[in-house]
């Protein structure tokens, strides 16, 4: 036995000594030290960029923000139970039980919703005394609602302390706390680079032409002017994208929106930074300028400020070659998209936005908090439990699920978007609809497509809204869809072009006055299927 060991030993170490004299044996051992040497580089960078991002707490809202209308609105949120209370502290507490809640834990979430604000932002380091009265009024309200008091943790050995939101206890959605981001391997980050620079070359060659915006460079905007040498006879189609990979995973819708139907108008595709990962490669190892962009990152109304100043860019080109089209545009927004489009509604003059089409939408009350928990949750806390999570979906067929999480739940940048930089009402219509002067209205003007299998959008739950709320929109449910199913299912093309119909035969005539959402009214029922949820239900 022992012989053979040494014959294996010393055949094995001839073999080693010729290998050395192989150059190709050298180069690849030095480019497999490189590579590994810059893949460490880029994981300390990845850890680097992580802490200063979980250094930046405190967010003042933006400088026209209304603290009296939005804690108004938190109210009235709560108050008419949309969402219902005990989904939405369930969901705030990521699937903790009512009653196992923390009675402090509770009254900080209220106050953090209220105030808009983290606790250190205020000189005090913690909420103002009326902030946190206000907090326990409504809780006690939502407690009454629901039937169920929350535990009463006020003579536990350790007294309640904000830091304690995210060392003890259930884990909170609320804004602040552990950022569960993943190093994405250089290798990865490159595909995505590469699919960015595919998709940039497809728009391109559809007629989409690149524009910046002076405000906010770091937004790309790509516009498709009217095509076959006509002036625009109806208004501006805007897109909305959502969370993910920018514009990149809608290519093929957009290439849509360079054919036929919207050849009379110009099409509108901002690109945000950030959440597109569209620089994921470039900025992996900044280590200077990488926190100032995040935290530089707008709030919701500002990233709906970049949509309303493209918009508004093109609408001035638009007048000089068709005065008489309608200074409006046409929305189409999908998940994060639909929450932006709710700043938007909020900050753009009344009818600036004619119809719209919400796709997988997040923006209504009821659907908001399971968003909010998508991005918690004990599977994005390490490398480890993030792939086991994921390999289970891949093995059940959830291939979009294992996608989400590895390269959307735990990138780092989402991390931070959605733990700083989202406030709860910004992102979402009011629940009493029309009788805000510029809200999502409830008539054959909205349309919302839902799908029945989504993990993101609690489908059943916005439907159901939908048809009590908003009796006279156009309702769309694709029971057998997961979230972005109308880009990849094998029946979407048909469903899109009943979104797309909604969006094309309300076009204006010759007779428009130009005035915001001015024209001839006309209707589209009837036309690709599709009747207002009130008409459905009637029939």
């Known amino acids: 036995m022992g012989y053979h060991a040494k014959s294996w030993y010393r055949q094995m170490s001839r073999m080693y000594r010729h290998s050395l004299k192989d150059p190709r044996v050298t180069y690849a051992a030095a480019l497999g030290l490189g590579v590994a040497g810059v893949e460490l580089f880029a994981y300390l960078c990845h850890t680097y960029q992580k802490s200063s991002l979980e250094s930046l707490h405190a967010y003042p809202p ?142 391109f060659a559809n007629g989409f032409r690149p524009r910046s915006l002076p405000e906010h460079r770091d937004v790309v905007v790509w516009v498709k002017p009217p095509t076959g040498g006509v002036a625009a006879t109806a208004p501006p189609i805007l897109f909305a994208h959502g969370f993910g990979m920018g514009l990149a995973l809608y290519v093929p819708l957009i290439v849509r929106f360079a054919g036929p139907e919207f050849a009379n108008r110009y099409v509108v595709c901002p690109e945000m930074p950030i959440v597109s990962q569209r620089d994921t490669l470039t900025e992996v190892f900044d280590l200077v300028g990488f926190a100032r962009r995040h935290h530089d990152f707008p709030n919701p109304r500002g990233i709906a400020s970049s949509l309303l100043a493209a918009c508004r860019d093109v609408l001035a080109e638009q007048a000089l070659a068709a005065p008489r089209v309608p200074h409006c545009v046409d929305l189409i927004a999908h998940s994060w998209g639909t929450g932006v489009s709710a700043a938007l509604h909020r900050i753009a003059p009344k009818g600036f936005v004619r119809r719209r089409a919400l796709i997988d939408p997040i923006a209504f009350p009821t659907a908001f908090t399971k968003w909010m928990r998508f991005f918690w949750g004990d599977e994005l806390k390490s490398l480890q439990s993030a792939l086991s999570w994921s390999l289970t979906q891949v093995r059940e067929g959830r291939f979009q699920d294992a996608y989400q999480c590895l390269l959307v739940r735990t990138d780092l940048s989402h991390q931070f978007v959605v733990r700083r930089k989202t406030y709860f009402t910004e992102l979402l219509f009011d629940p009493n609809g029309t009788e805000l002067r510029n809200e999502c209205p409830g008539d054959s003007s909205t349309l919302v497509l839902v799908s029945g299998k989504d993990a993101i959008v609690p489908s059943a739950e916005v439907e159901a809204y939908v048809r009590e709320r908003m009796p006279g929109a156009v309702l769309i449910s694709k029971g057998e869809w997961e979230h972005g199913g109308f880009l990849y299912a094998s029946d979407a093309k048909e469903t899109v072009d009943k979104v797309f119909a909604h969006l094309v035969c309300c076009d204006c005539d010759d007779n428009d006055d130009g005035n915001f959402g001015g024209g001839k009214k006309e209707h589209m029922y009837g036309v690709g299927g599709l009747v207002p949820v009130a008409a459905a239900a009637a029939a």
């Open 62 to 203: 933006d400088e026209d923000h209304d603290d009296a209308e939005h804690r108004r609105r938190i109210r009235t949120l709560l108050a008419v139970g949309t969402p219902d209370p005990r989904k939405f502290l369930q969901d705030m507490f990521v699937g903790c039980e009512v009653q196992d809640i923390p009675r402090s834990k509770a009254i900080h979430v209220l106050s953090a919703y209220l105030t808009y604000a983290k606790s250190d932002h205020f000189e005090t380091n913690g909420y103002p005394s009326e902030v946190v009265r206000e907090s326990e009024e409504l809780l006690r309200t939502l407690e009454l609602r629901m039937g169920v008091t929350l535990r009463d943790d006020t003579h536990d050995p350790i007294s309640p302390h904000p830091q304690a939101l995210f060392t003890r206890g259930p884990d909170t959605c609320l804004l602040g706390g552990p950022i569960h981001a993943l190093h994405k391997p250089l290798t990865m980050r490159a595909a995505i680079y590469a699919m960015h620079k595919v998709k940039a070359a497809i728009l």
